[in-house]
């Protein structure tokens, strides 16, 4: 163990605690609305219409709406794809929350952040594990040679397909696991487990974010950071569940466990 490793782990924790206790970050999410379930465009507490097209989500609004785009008064009628980039930058807001616009499988929606939630005001802190020499381990990376997607239940109830890159492969307490894991657009990983903790000792389900392998497919797994999902913070998000396989039979009592 290098010896700034414990230290560059708090370093970690206290800035994953900055991130979602932030104004936008994921305690401040109140609701996500599906366009579909609201066809004739009002969506509860929302002002403007909001109708969904094929590629796209048409805004229509008065002044009496009180909306903004891109920090302006807005009235009028716009089209809006959706939104990328922090939450603070999403293109519509209502007085201090913000409208993001969102798709997934061609269904479109609003998520609603909101700095006065009530969990921002309620939130105490997140358990989590110190660091530990042995939950960091080497992992090596196979790729599938062709993205695979999997159809896995999400925390909102409905199904929804993850895509999976390959699958890194480690050691743990003299056993040898896999996870399958998606890749993302920076060459890191990131793998959706469940343990024997979990349930009972941590959340449901975690986020595990391995570094991007090297050329011979080397990372590192370091379940010291593995994270909460967003959906233990709100209740409006989508978070998938494990895929087949990437439940681990070992209790990996390490990383983020639940809310305090």
């Not at 229509?60 to 809006?80: C, I």
């Not at 696991?177 to 920076?186: I, M, R, Y």
């Amino acid at each position: 163990m290098t010896t700034d490793a414990p230290d560059a782990w708090k370093q970690w924790h206290e800035q994953r605690v900055e991130a979602v206790t932030a104004p936008y970050g994921p305690l401040a999410v109140t609701g996500t609305h599906w366009l579909d379930d609201h066809p004739e465009g009002r969506i509860p507490d929302i002002p403007g219409v909001w109708v969904a097209e094929e590629d796209a989500v048409v805004l229509t609004a008065d002044p009496a709406d009180g909306l903004t785009l891109d920090g302006e008064p807005f009235t009028g009628g716009v089209r809006l794809t959706a939104d990328a980039g922090p939450v603070d930058a999403v293109r519509v807001g209502h007085g201090e929350r913000r409208l993001l616009v969102l798709v997934r499988e061609g269904l479109w929606g609003v998520r609603v952040h909101d700095p006065d939630a009530g969990a921002r005001r309620a939130f105490r802190g997140i358990a989590a594990t110190p660091y530990e020499e042995r939950w960091a381990v080497p992992g090596r990376f196979t790729p599938y040679g062709e993205d695979r997607t999997v159809r896995v239940p999400n925390a909102d109830g409905r199904e929804r397909g993850l895509g999976l890159g390959g699958e890194v492969a480690f050691g743990l307490d003299g056993q040898e696991f896999t996870l399958g894991v998606s890749v993302q657009g920076d060459g890191s990983l990131w793998a959706v487990f469940a343990d024997a903790t979990s349930g009972d000792g941590s959340f449901r389900f975690r986020f595990l974010y391995p570094g991007a392998p090297d050329a011979e497919g080397r990372t590192t797994v370091d379940f010291n950071r593995a994270q909460l999902p967003p959906c233990a913070f709100a209740d409006h998000f989508l978070c998938p569940f494990p895929p087949p396989g990437n439940t681990l039979p070992v209790a990996v009592a390490a990383g983020e466990r639940h809310l305090l």
